[in-house]
């Protein structure tokens, strides 16, 4: 795969040198994030919309935050602290089942019972990163919390990639059976899915997809990232088809244009951020057009 990566990178900065392309296309880390934003878009968009018709938004928050215990367990390991992804995905992956074992074995209310594991996580993560503070640098845990368009490098692309590939392989063939017990478990039921199953798969899908993202969103900016281009969706689709194709096209907007417009025009913003601040815009600007265009004022999926 890198023999590609290299082909790609060399052909746009070609483009770039002979100024077809903007100038930021020169950098070989802005496109390293571009090629990421390629995968992220569809994935986010994709979970996202399905994030949202579940009422996950608080799980998918807590996941990311939990990659801060993941980092610090990886130190202490002995994992390389720039790409300690055995450790996160190791531990975000048991934080988010245990997380839905409880969930069914519980009467809490849903949110009282994140709440209470991403108390837990932070501070066991909190209490481990005194620990290992002497070994990393800070700036490390800040790409984790807010991303890092430095840090991208060929190993987090390789990990995404293959990301991409398990949850188009296995989240596809059971879209239909994953929505349709988000919607109506007993008649996903009756329909021979096995609700309880494909709950537990989705949260490992999610898992997957949260840790993937996080060199290039962050913990922190993760969550926005799945539920504001499904949300600017909503705004203005009449179907679930619709709902998740302008979920996709609008994260992969965001991505793309919060990667090149810090860099095209020296704004001081950092990428994770700006990605969400491009979904945030896209999303008053569905708002708006729901609010005053008549053929949207009634859309609702």
């Given amino acids: 795969m890198n023999a590609l990566y290299d082909f790609i990178r060399d052909h ?7 100024h077809v392309l903007p100038q930021p296309f020169e950098y070989e880390f802005v496109i390293n994030a571009l090629m990421c934003s ?37 130190v202490l390991i002995g994992e390389s602290y720039t790409s ?3 450790s996160m995905f190791g531990f975000c992956l048991l934080f988010a089942l245990t997380l839905k074992y409880t969930q069914h074995r519980t009467t809490l209310a849903n949110d009282t019972l994140i709440g209470v594991f991403l108390s837990i996580s932070l501070a066991v993560g909190a209490s481990l990163l005194l620990f290992v503070s ?46 349709l017990s988000s919607l109506n478990p007993s008649l996903a039921h009756a329909r021979g899915v096995k609700v309880r199953s494909v709950e537990y798969l989705f949260v490992v899908l999610v898992t997957l997809v949260t840790v993937a993202c996080l060199k290039i969103i962050g913990a922190v900016l993760v969550e926005a990232l799945l539920l504001i281009p499904a949300a600017a969706a909503r705004n203005i689709s009449h179907s679930l088809p619709g709902l998740v194709t302008w979920a996709v096209l609008i994260a992969t907007f965001s991505c793309v244009v919060g990667i090149l417009a ?40």
């Fill in 38 to 74: 390629v995968l992220i878009g569809p994935l986010l968009g994709v979970l996202g919309s399905m994030v949202m018709i579940k009422r996950m938004a608080f799980f998918s928050q807590s996941v990311g935050n939990a990659a801060m215990t993941g980092v610090a367990i990886g």
């Fill in 84 to 86: 300690p992804y055995f």
């Fill in 262 to 301: 810090p860099m095209q025009f020296h704004i001081p913003v950092p990428t994770g951020g700006a990605i969400v601040i491009v979904a945030a815009l896209v999303f008053a600007f569905t708002t708006i057009i729901r609010g005053t265009a008549p053929q949207f004022r009634g859309a609702s999926v």
């Fill in 134 to 179: 002497a070994k990393i640098n800070t700036h490390v845990m800040e790409g984790v919390l807010f991303g890092s368009i430095l840090a991208v490098d060929h190993t987090d692309m390789n990990v995404l990639l293959g990301v991409t590939v398990i949850c188009t392989l296995i989240g596809l063939p059971l879209y239909n059976g994953m929505l």
């Fill in 12 to 18: 746009l900065q070609a483009l770039a040198a002979s």
